[in-house]
């Protein structure tokens, strides 16, 4: 069942996606060479517990952690641990706010340095491209595979692969809702969207093909052929006019 949001809702996930767009902003600071995905973690806590909020990813199923940190081939919920970023990583950081009983969630890759390869600039700029114009499609009236198109479509055509395993996703009243959003799909198919939707969008980009496993631990989402890959994600709200990116 999709959950519409009442604009009073709106304003309450509002403030949790805030708090999760702060908190990406302060952890991109502090991403250089040497530190490591445990201390990202610990002052992600630190931070978000500084704005009265909590991070939901905490217990989540069993999540170890408070934030997903993924370097290079790591496609997404990777745990935090004592690994320290080289110059030449780019990290995806998956950050989820609960603030008085609302949820926020967004996701970013960023480079380490400017000394990454050129492909991984690219990749970067590719997954983050095909996330605007996911959101451009995410309009009251359209279908919601439009959004999967508009994301498949660009980055197939810049010679990327979208992955098929894990999907964007409501939110707002819980940290995982209905519906699911591939990012790839048929246009002009799947349900109507309408006002009041929240929906959090993320396209998940691989440089070499769209296959991943999950390592050992669970969680840890890798490209099956160990090639980079990259994670953009924003929450946004469908009104009758227009789409809010509230991350």
């Given amino acids: ?47 978000i517990s500084s704005k ?34 080289k110059k030449t990583d780019i990290i995806s950081i998956d950050v989820g706010v609960e603030l008085d009983g609302f949820f926020g969630d967004a996701a970013r890759t960023y480079t380490v340095t400017d000394k990454v390869l050129p492909e991984a600039k690219r990749l970067i700029e590719v997954t983050h491209k095909s996330l605007e114009l996911g959101i451009k499609q995410a309009i009251s009236g359209n279908r919601l595979f439009d959004i999967s198109y508009a994301i498949q479509g660009f980055v197939e055509a810049e010679g990327f692969s979208v992955v098929r395993q894990f999907v964007g996703h409501g939110v707002g009243l819980a940290i995982h809702e209905d519906p699911q959003i591939p990012n790839y799909g048929k246009p002009h198919t799947g349900i109507r969207l309408k006002p009041g939707m929240v929906l ?48």
């Fill in 200 to 247: 959090a969008l993320e396209p998940m980009v691989n440089a070499g093909n769209c296959r991943v496993e999950v390592l050992d631990d669970d969680w840890t989402v890798v490209t099956k052929d160990r090639k980079l890959c990259a994670h953009f994600e924003d929450t946004i709200y469908i009104s009758e006019k227009k789409v809010e990116v509230l991350t």
């Fill in 52 to 85: 009265g909020a909590a991070p939901s990813f905490k217990g989540y199923k069993g999540y170890p952690a408070n934030i997903c940190t993924s370097i290079n081939e790591e496609l997404v919920h990777g745990i935090p641990s004592k690994r320290s970023l």
């Fill in 1 to 47: 069942m999709i959950l519409l949001k009442s604009k009073s809702q709106v304003e309450k996930i509002r403030r949790a996606c805030e708090v999760v767009h702060q908190t990406l902003d302060f952890l991109q600071h502090k991403i250089k060479p040497g530190i490591t995905t445990e201390e990202l973690d610990r002052q992600a806590e630190k931070f």
